[in-house]
C-alpha cells in the first residue's frame, strides 16, 4: 500500500545557534535559544507554536515535555526522537503528519546539545545497551572503532581509496570556508587528508567529526498559511524512513534509503537528476558514499568512482553538504542531524549563508543515525522543492 503524499506542508524559517567547541550551558539553554531565533525568523508569538518536536543526547532528566513549562509552551501536539542522525527526517515525518491532520497548525522542530569538556566521552559507554554488553568491555571505544569497520569492509568490497573519501572530506571543507558558523576555517587539502593522524584503521584524522555545542531548528505548517503569512518556504515532496535494515548483513554496506528509493522518488515525480543540491548525514565518508548510492545517484559500489568524476563544491558539478557538513561545521549532537535540513531550507529559498547555489530548488537531505556495533540502524530522506 503506498503511503499518502505530503500535500500542502512547508517547511520555513531556519535557523542556528552557532556552534561552540565547548560549552558549559545546558542543552535546554540551547534549544531554548533555537526556538527565540524562530520566533524572530519566522515573525510569529510565542502562543502560535502548538506543536513542538524535540531532539537532544544530552537533555536528561528532562524530555519535550519538560521543556513546555520551561520555555511557557502549550502545545496541543508533542514528540521527541531519539534517533541522532535520523532525527531531522524522522521529526520532519511526524510534524508533517500533523500539520496535515490538523492535530498541530505550527511545529517547532528543534535540536540541540551541549558539550563539556568530558561530555563525549562520558556518554559513549552508556550510549546503548550494545556498547554496554559487546563493545566497550572488549576495548572498542566509540563510534570509530565501528565505523573503522564498516569502511575498511567498504574498501574492500568496493575498491574505495582513501583519496576517494578524501574528495569528500577536502570539498566540504571548502564549502566551509564559505559557511559563517563553521568551526573548522583552514582550507583542506588532499596531502593533509592523506597525512592525518591514524585514529583506528583504516579511519584517520579528518575522517572523523569535531563534537561540539549548537542547536538548529525550522518550522513547518500549512503551505497556506506559510504563503499567506508572507514567510519564506519550501515545499515537502517526499520523504522516508526505515530501522534496522538489511540485519542480516554481517557488516553493514547499504541502508534502508535502498528499500525506500524507489518509492521516495516516485512520490517527488523526480529522479536524481532533477536534484539541485544533496545534504547527506556525513559523520564518516564511508557514509556518504552510502547515501549517495543507495539513494540512486549511483550504482551500488559506485561511489568511489562518482566522487572522483563530480566536484562536490557548492559552485560545481555536484553541490553536495553545502554548508560544510559535520565533517568541517561540527557534531553538535543531535542537532547534527538538523544541519543538512536547515541548510536545505536555506539552498531551495535562496538564503543560504554560505554559498548559495545557483538556481538551487530541488534538495534531497538524508539522515542517518544510532550506531552500534556494527552498523547505523535509522535511516531516512526528505525531498525538499522551493516554492
Not at 163 to 175: G, L, S, Y
Request: charged share 20%; aromatic share 10%.
Amino acid at each position: 500500500m503506498r503511503r499518502a503524499p505530503y500535500e500542502g506542508v512547508a517547511l520555513a524559517a531556519p535557523v542556528t545557534v552557532p556552534y561552540e567547541r565547548y560549552s558549559i550551558k545546558p542543552a535546554q539553554w540551547w534549544i531554548g535559544r533555537a526556538l527565540r531565533m524562530l520566533i524572530e525568523a519566522a515573525g510569529i508569538a510565542k502562543q502560535d507554536i502548538d506543536g513542538l518536536i524535540v531532539s537532544s543526547f544530552s537533555l536528561a532528566p528532562d524530555t519535550a515535555v519538560g521543556l513546555t513549562q520551561h520555555y511557557g509552551l502549550s502545545p496541543r501536539w508533542l514528540d521527541h526522537v531519539p534517533m541522532g542522525g535520523a532525527s531531522a527526517i524522522v521529526a520532519l515525518r511526524r510534524a508533517a503528519r500533523a500539520v496535515q491532520a490538523g492535530d498541530a497548525s505550527l511545529v517547532a522542530v528543534v535540536a540541540g546539545d551541549a558539550n563539556g569538556p568530558t561530555s563525549f566521552q562520558d556518554m559513549l559507554p552508556a550510549f546503548s545497551r550494545f556498547a554496554q554488553d559487546a563493545v566497550y568491555p572488549y576495548g572498542a571505544g566509540g563510534p570509530n572503532a565501528s565505523f573503522a569497520l564498516i569502511t575498511d569492509h567498504y574498501m574492500r568490497s568496493f575498491g574505495a581509496r582513501r583519496e576517494d573519501f578524501a574528495a569528500i572530506c577536502v570539498a566540504q571543507r571548502a564549502n566551509a570556508l564559505e559557511y559563517p558558523y563553521a568551526l573548522m576555517k583552514k582550507p583542506l587539502t588532499l596531502e593533509q587528508y592523506l597525512a592525518g593522524r591514524p585514529i583506528s584503521d583504516p579511519i584517520t584524522l579528518f575522517d572523523c567529526v569535531m563534537p561540539c555545542a549548537g542547536a538548529e531548528a525550522f518550522l513547518v505548517l500549512r503551505e497556506d498559511d506559510a504563503r499567506a503569512a508572507g514567510i519564506k518556504h519550501a515545499l515537502l515532496r517526499s520523504t522516508i524512513e526505515r530501522h534496522n535494515a538489511f540485519p542480516d548483513d554481517p557488516v553493514q554496506y547499504r541502508g534502508g534509503w535502498a528499500l525506500e528509493a524507489e518509492e521516495f522518488w516516485a512520490m517527488a515525480s523526480a529522479t536524481p537528476d532533477d536534484v539541485d543540491v544533496l545534504e547527506t548525514y556525513d559523520d564518516y565518508p564511508v557514509i556518504v558514499m552510502m547515501q549517495i548510492e543507495d539513494l540512486g545517484f549511483c550504482k551500488k559500489g559506485e561511489a568511489p568512482a562518482f566522487v572522483r568524476s563530480h566536484d562536490l563544491r557548492a559552485r560545481g558539478d555536484f553541490p553536495h553538504n553545502t554548508s560544510g557538513g559535520q565533517l568541517s561545521v561540527g557534531q553538535a549532537g543531535a542537532a547534527a542531524g538538523h544541519l543538512g535540513m536547515v541548510e536545505a531550507i536555506r539552498q531551495v529559498t535562496g538564503q543560504a549563508l554560505g554559498a548559495q547555489v545557483a538556481g538551487a530548488r530541488r534538495a534531497v537531505v538524508s539522515g542517518f543515525g544510532m550506531i552500534n556495533y556494527d552498523r547505523g540502524l535509522c535511516s531516512g530522506a526528505a525531498f525538499l522543492e522551493g516554492a
